[in-house]
């Protein structure tokens, strides 16, 4: 089955600083790879999300960038604010059907703390 | 919509002690899911449901059962409560199709369990 790996596990920026957080996945078949933070005491909310045939993508502050060949994926956050803090989770999934139903396998987090 | 909703927020069990999570969704999403989220790490899938009917298990279902009656509703039973069953249980549901929006799962704001 799919695997991901996620570094650091916690990262300490200033504010106004870039955040970039990295993941890798093993399996080749997976084609959808979503970032979700999840703030103290609720449920992970996707913040963005990237499809296998799209190299980058960004929203704003935020952008994630995908390397099939290597089966990397990263989150980058520019101009960090302290509102950022929070943990982050990356994720794989292979979206094309057959038996797997969507199913995301997640990475162990990382918590971001953005420093005032 | 309310989105994904769960009950109980927190809970406090006796070892060998049984209980019922309540996982409902209002965005007539066919998938919904279950996962734990031990401290420092990433979510594990316990279950999972492809509509009314259909149940399967995820990658840690021992301990655990579901139903999915509805497509509004997966609850999620623990028979013989145990102490590795301490985690904090988040509930999730996607469609099944309907454009880009068929990839994302959307997260309840979580139960957090304790079993002395």
């Known amino acids: 089955g799919e695997n991901v790996e996620q570094h650091p596990s916690t990262l300490s920026v200033q504010e106004g600083d870039s955040a970039v957080i990295k993941c890798t996945y093993s399996?080749?078949?997976?084609?959808?790879f979503p970032w979700y933070k999840q703030e103290l005491g609720k449920g992970p909310q996707l913040i963005i999300d990237i499809r296998s045939n799209v190299g980058e993508k960004k929203d704003q502050r935020i952008a994630v960038t995908l390397n099939k060949t290597a089966k990397h994926f990263s989150l980058h956050i520019t101009e960090t604010q302290p509102e950022d803090s929070a943990v982050y989770f990356c994720a794989a999934s292979n979206q094309s059907g057959g038996t797997s139903y969507g199913k995301l396998t997640f990475g162990q987090g990382t918590i971001l703390t953005v420093h005032p | 919509n309310a989105g994904v909703t769960q009950t109980p927020k927190f809970r406090i069990l006796k070892i060998g002690q049984s209980m019922t999570l309540q996982c409902t969704q209002d965005m007539n999403h066919n998938y919904m899911y279950w996962y734990r989220q031990d401290p420092g790490m990433g979510l594990k899938l316990i279950y999972y449901?492809?509509?009314?009917?259909?149940?399967d298990k995820g990658e840690v279902p021992n301990g655990y059962n579901v139903s999915r009656s509805t497509t509004e509703d997966f609850p999620l039973r623990l028979e013989l409560a145990a102490p590795s069953q301490t985690s904090v249980y988040f509930c999730?549901?996607?469609?099944?199709?309907?454009?880009?929006?068929?990839?994302?799962?959307?997260f309840g704001p979580g139960t957090r369990l304790l079993v002395l």
């Open positions: 449901s492809v509509g009314a009917g259909i149940t």
């Open positions: 999730a549901s996607k469609k099944r199709f309907g454009g880009k929006s068929q990839e994302t799962q959307y």
């Open positions: 399996d080749s078949a997976s084609n959808y």
